[in-house]
């Protein structure tokens, strides 16, 4: 299963608010409501996600196996 979590640590340490990404960067809100609830979002999203905050995928999302 995919996991945001490295995604709302990253905000946290760039000291960025999701207001920022959704008014000022033109992340949508429905993209962050997803990522908060763990659905599924576009290689796209991913790519401009990791652009605007200056990270690496895996500072965005994480495999966390099932057991």
């Given at each position: 299963m995919?996991?945001?979590?490295?995604f709302f640590q990253t905000l946290l340490k760039k000291n960025?608010?999701?207001?920022?990404?959704i008014?000022?960067?033109g992340i949508s809100a429905n993209t962050i409501h997803?990522?908060?609830k763990g659905l599924p979002i576009t290689t796209k999203t991913?790519?401009?996600?990791c652009f605007i905050l200056d990270c690496g995928i895996d500072d965005i999302?994480?495999?966390?196996?099932?057991?």
């Open positions: 995919i996991s945001y979590r490295p960025i608010t999701e207001y920022a990404l008014y000022k960067q997803r990522m908060k991913l790519d401009e996600l999302i994480e495999l966390v196996k099932e057991e």
